[in-house]
């Protein structure tokens, strides 16, 4: 994939930290991108598998940031899990290891969430950025002693990256139990295809018309790659040279950070 093919594509669909900004700071190419890409007539979506915030709570950090944006710009890991429970497990009530954000967005999309792990009839995984020891003892009680509850994450990444480098995020998580338990849950967020899916739908676009920009190779590459999109890495968070190097997962493309996508479309007006 070159630039000629990166000109081509109509929606970009953007991972958040590491991506587009690191932390609590902005790249600096972000702005104009984002800018540059619906002044030309394309499109732009924000998936991102951090499941402690809400779409509202990234627009507004987003929009704090310097960047302006609605809730609707967003497509998380926590949005694609409500909608694989409502359709593969309705009327349940969730055991909801997150945040106090995580629960609320499931009780306003009609979720049943219960805080007592008695009356769990299901367990959902999120990045709980207020986990406790007793949250932790409750999920292993769960999974050592109800081995056929449903168990779900919302995504599997391992750290969530951060200016000093990066702190346990999900998947870390969901290792210490497996450990405890010997179980797995389901994956819904990247690398699966749900998210990505959703977002072509509503826009009308077509896989090969779509890139997937992030800089993570097990869950944004992947993810392109499963969804039949164009997968582009930049090397501006977790993913190094030599990581890349040993990976089975290849992208598509390969650009140093999304600013090179922006120098491409600024080419084609020269």
Same mark, same amino acid.
């Given at each position: 994939?070159?630039?000629?093919?990166?000109?081509?594509?109509?929606?970009?669909?953007?991972?958040?930290?590491?991506?587009?900004?690191?932390?609590?700071?902005?790249?600096?190419?972000?702005?104009?991108?984002?800018?540059?890409?619906?002044?030309?007539?394309?499109?732009?979506?924000?998936?991102?598998?951090?499941?402690?915030?809400?779409?509202?709570?990234?627009?507004? /950090?987003?929009?704090?940031?310097?960047?302006?944006?609605?809730?609707?710009?967003?497509?998380?890991?926590?949005?694609?899990?409500?909608?694989?429970?409502?359709?593969?497990?309705?009327?349940?009530?969730?055991?909801?290891?997150?945040?106090?954000?995580?629960?609320?967005?499931?009780? /306003?999309?009609?979720?049943?969430? =219960?805080?007592?792990?008695?009356?769990?009839?299901?367990?959902?995984?999120?990045?709980? +950025?207020?986990? =406790?020891? /007793?949250?932790? +003892?409750?999920?292993?009680?769960?999974?050592?002693?109800?081995?056929?509850?449903?168990?779900?994450?919302?995504?599997?990444?391992?750290?969530?990256?951060?200016?000093?480098?990066?702190?346990?995020?999900?998947?870390?998580?969901?290792?210490?139990?497996?450990?405890?338990?010997?179980?797995?849950?389901?994956?819904?967020?990247?690398?699966?295809?749900?998210?990505?899916?959703?977002?072509?739908?509503?826009?009308?676009?077509?896989?090969?018309?779509?890139?997937?920009?992030?800089?993570?190779?097990?869950?944004?590459?992947?993810?392109?790659?499963?969804?039949?999109?164009?997968?582009?890495?930049?090397?501006?968070?977790? +993913?190094?040279?030599?990581?890349?190097?040993?990976?089975?997962?290849?992208?598509?493309?390969?650009?140093?950070?999304?600013?090179?996508?922006?120098?491409?479309?600024?080419?084609?007006?020269?």
């Amino acid at each position: 994939m070159d630039r000629e093919a990166l000109r081509k594509l109509r929606l970009f669909l953007f991972d958040l930290d590491g991506t587009l900004y690191l932390g609590e700071r902005l790249f600096p190419f972000t702005r104009s991108l984002l800018a540059r890409l619906r002044e030309s007539g394309r499109d732009y979506r924000f998936l991102t598998n951090n499941s402690s915030r809400s779409a509202a709570d990234y627009a507004a /950090r987003l929009t704090k940031m310097g960047v302006p944006a609605v809730p609707e710009d967003f497509i998380t890991s926590a949005e694609a899990t409500m909608e694989y429970l409502r359709e593969a497990l309705p009327g349940r009530n969730f055991y909801v290891c997150g945040t106090a954000s995580l629960k609320a967005e499931f009780a /306003r999309a009609g979720i049943s969430v =219960t805080e007592d792990p008695d009356a769990a009839e299901g367990i959902v995984m999120g990045y709980d +950025t207020e986990l =406790t020891y /007793r949250k932790l +003892t409750d999920l292993s009680r769960l999974l050592c002693q109800r081995p056929d509850l449903p168990y779900i994450a919302t995504h599997p990444d391992l750290v969530c990256p951060t200016e000093f480098g990066s702190v346990p995020d999900c998947g870390s998580v969901c290792a210490m139990l497996e450990t405890v338990s010997g179980r797995r849950p389901l994956v819904i967020g990247k690398p699966e295809a749900r998210m990505p899916r959703l977002a072509m739908a509503r826009c009308g676009v077509a896989p090969e018309q779509c890139g997937v920009v992030g800089d993570r190779l097990y869950t944004d590459i992947k993810c392109g790659k499963n969804a039949g999109a164009r997968s582009i890495l930049v090397l501006s968070g977790e +993913t190094t040279p030599e990581m890349l190097a040993k990976s089975p997962v290849q992208p598509d493309l390969v650009l140093s950070d999304a600013g090179e996508i922006l120098s491409a479309l600024e080419d084609e007006t020269s």
